[in-house]
């Protein structure tokens, strides 16, 4: 099934890349003629793909998944550098409030909790979730992004290599917009589908998750 493109609603588009994965789904990637955006369209009900994001995605990555501590290095790194990326838009010693979408065993929040923040995350995994909430002690909603309901506003809202896998990308924006204060900021990390994306090499279940494929210039008429 053919849809427009989220973007910027063009009709004229072409097929990139379709296969079927899984065994199941038919996945098909689309390029938009009028802007250049690159998304795709799986046929999954919201339930089903609920279940599979929370029970099964993590099992279809090559070799088992754990949390270790090999893991833990990896994450606890990465939150390392985007700290050290975002610092400078915050006073020193900010105290602000930060909500991690797509937060996995919450290694991100764990350090931004030691600088002194106020921290809420979002995951769906089960394992994930377990780790965050039990052995970080971290505030984590187990579920999706466009479930979530708050009071809380927002310093930060932070999204690594989970902005590409929401649905309804237009809706997802205005809902950050109500979460973020009146100063507050949000960082995104995603691929760049100009230099990273070989379609052939993506793994069945990151088709499943994955709705858009970012270059630096669509991820700008996006957010501007």
């Known amino acids: 099934m053919k849809k ?11 097929v990139v890349f379709s296969r079927m994965i899984l065994d199941t789904y038919n996945v098909e990637i ?5 802007c250049g955006f690159i998304y795709s369209d799986i046929a999954i009900d919201e339930l089903e793909l609920h279940k599979f994001i929370s029970e099964k995605y993590y099992q279809t990555k090559k070799g088992a998944f754990q949390i270790d501590q090999r893991f833990v290095r990896h994450y606890t790194r990465r939150a390392y550098s985007h700290i050290k990326l975002f610092s400078k838009l915050f006073k020193i010693n900010f105290d602000g409030c930060v909500l991690d979408v797509g937060c996995g065993a919450g290694l991100f929040l764990n350090e931004m909790k030691k600088g002194g923040w106020k921290t809420f995350g979002i995951e769906p995994s089960c394992e994930c979730f377990d780790y965050a ?43 950050i917009n109500n979460l973020l204060n009146d100063t507050g900021k949000i960082f995104i990390e995603v691929p760049n589908s100009n230099r990273d994306t070989n379609f052939n090499s993506v793994k069945d279940g990151d088709f499943i998750e994955n709705r858009y494929y970012f270059t630096p210039s669509t991820l700008r008429h996006l957010v501007e």
Do not use: A, M, W
């Open 4 to 14: 427009n493109c989220s973007l910027c609603n063009g009709n004229i588009f072409t």
């Open 30 to 34: 689309f390029k938009c003629q009028n």
């Open 133 to 175: 909430t039990t052995v970080l002690n971290l505030d984590i909603y187990r579920g999706l992004f466009d479930e979530y309901q708050t009071n809380e506003k927002f310093d930060l809202v932070y999204f690594s290599h989970s902005f590409d896998d929401l649905p309804n990308i237009v809706r997802v924006l205005k809902k």
